[in-house]
């Protein structure tokens, strides 16, 4: 079965550092890869999305991700974080073929200011 | 567009009581999908419908749990009887297609059991 796989459940940064969040799944075929945010106290939405093309996709917020085939994974990164930045990123995937998309479990990110 | 609506925002019942949890997509998706949160197994999808049919049901835990979509603009997750590891966060979205199209998620239901 396909699965989405977020290593690291929480992660603490100081203001300005450098962010990378690993995400890595488990499918064969063609996928569509997102990142979705969750800022506390409010509802999911979309950061950033792959379905094709140039595997490294901007997003808002200064977000990007990279679409590695090989290795299976679409890490998310940022060059510098903000204290707003706290929140929790949940990594998706949908296989081509299907409707039904699967969440990783989530990476709570804490930002100290 | 008013974006997906979901009420109650919050809902707190005892155990044993019937809960019905309504969702509005937004208007001209066709595919709406319910999911529940929890600090324990994450984000799961329960069930999604296209054109308000039914596609996929599997993540629906258990019999007590039923969702219905009478209409494009309307859905119902209903649970009953409850129990209190029901309680969690509730969220409905939509999209416009399926194939991996963006989700745009409503606010949440909180729903405590006790």
């Known amino acids: 079965a396909q699965s989405v796989s977020q290593h690291n459940h929480h992660v603490i940064l100081s203001e300005a550092a450098s962010l990378e969040l690993g995400c890595n799944y488990s499918?064969?075929?063609?996928?569509?890869l997102f990142w979705y945010v969750q800022y506390p106290g409010q509802h999911l939405q979309l950061l950033l999305k792959?379905?094709?093309?140039?595997?490294l996709v901007k997003g808002i917020k200064g977000f990007e991700a990279e679409f590695i085939k090989s290795k299976f994974s679409f890490n998310l990164r940022k060059p510098s974080v903000q204290w707003s930045d706290t929140a929790e990123y949940f990594c998706?995937?949908?296989?081509?073929?299907?409707?039904?998309?699967?969440f990783g479990s989530g990476t709570r990110l804490s930002i100290r200011p | 567009d008013a974006g997906v609506i979901q009420s109650p925002r919050h809902e707190v019942t005892e155990m044993g009581q019937e809960v019905t949890l309504r969702c509005k997509p937004i208007?001209?998706?066709?595919?709406l999908f319910w999911y529940r949160q929890t600090m324990m197994r994450g984000l799961e999808l329960l069930i999604y419908?296209?054109?308000?049919?039914?596609?996929?049901d599997s993540g629906m835990p258990e019999d007590r749990f039923s969702a219905k979509m009478p209409n494009a603009s309307f859905s119902t997750l209903k649970i009953q009887p409850s129990e209190p590891r029901d309680s969690a966060v509730y969220f409905c979205?939509?999209?416009?297609?399926?194939?991996?199209?963006?989700?745009?998620f409503g606010p949440g239901t909180r729903l405590t059991v006790l």
């Open positions: 208007s001209g998706h066709d595919y």
């Open positions: 792959y379905f094709s093309g140039d595997p």
């Open positions: 979205a939509s999209s416009r297609q399926g194939q991996g199209d963006t989700q745009y």
């Open positions: 419908f296209n054109n308000n049919v039914p596609i996929d």
């Open positions: 499918y064969g075929g063609t996928v569509n």
């Open positions: 998706a995937v949908t296989p081509h073929y299907a409707s039904k998309i699967i």
